[in-house]
């Protein structure tokens, strides 16, 4: 038998799955009338359709779900904290170990030197073929003069 769920919104941006999800999983009526603080009857009718969902309770089931996930705007939207790490929700499986947010000024400063290094190998290795190429036009033209002279 297929079970119908008619919980709506008075907000149209919330998502019917999402309504879904924070009333029907995870939690009991007893445990949202008590984080909603509202009657179990007050869940049911959530629940059958009759009452429509105020967004603020929405929110704050949502705040709740969320529990270690950061909610904010900009790249540490999403992030999670589990154990030891910042898992960073940003497309690719990157966590941050909490040890090495005190390294992260000596990271800068390696970084920065890296640049500084290539840069300089750059340099140097322009500068030798350089005087590569010099040394041999010199040595060339001097066997010609040697020839001229001897």
Same mark, same amino acid.
């Given at each position: 038998?297929?079970?119908?769920?008619?919980?709506?919104?008075?907000? *149209?941006?919330? #998502?019917?799955?999402?309504?879904?999800?924070?009333?029907?999983?995870?939690?009991?009526? #007893?445990?949202?009338? *008590?984080?909603?603080?509202?009657?179990?009857? #007050?869940?049911?009718?959530?629940?059958?359709?009759?009452?429509?969902v105020p967004p603020m309770a929405v929110r704050l089931l949502q705040v709740?779900?969320?529990?270690?996930?950061?909610?904010?705007?900009?790249?540490?939207?999403?992030?999670?904290?589990?154990?030891?790490?910042? &898992?960073?929700?940003?497309?690719?499986?990157?966590a941050l170990e909490f040890a090495e947010l005190e390294r992260l000024p000596? &990271?800068?400063?390696? &970084?920065?030197?890296?640049?500084?290094?290539?840069?300089?190998?750059?340099?140097?290795t322009i500068e030798r073929d350089f005087y590569r190429r010099e040394c041999? /036009? /010199?040595?060339? !033209?001097?066997?010609?003069?040697? #020839?001229? !002279?001897?």
């Open positions: 038998m297929r079970r119908e769920f008619k919980i709506h919104c008075s907000d *149209v941006s919330i #998502q019917p799955d999402t309504l879904v999800w924070l009333f029907h999983f995870g939690r009991t009526e #007893q445990q949202l009338a *008590v984080d909603l603080a509202v009657t179990i009857d #007050q869940i049911e009718r959530w629940k059958s359709g009759h009452d429509a709740l779900d969320a529990g270690d996930t950061l909610r904010c705007a900009g790249p540490w939207n999403g992030s999670r904290a589990d154990g030891t790490r910042l &898992y960073l929700d940003c497309g690719h499986d990157l000596d &990271y800068r400063r390696l &970084y920065h030197l890296h640049h500084l290094q290539t840069d300089l190998i750059e340099r140097l041999h /036009q /010199q040595a060339r !033209f001097g066997m010609v003069v040697n #020839q001229l !002279f001897s």
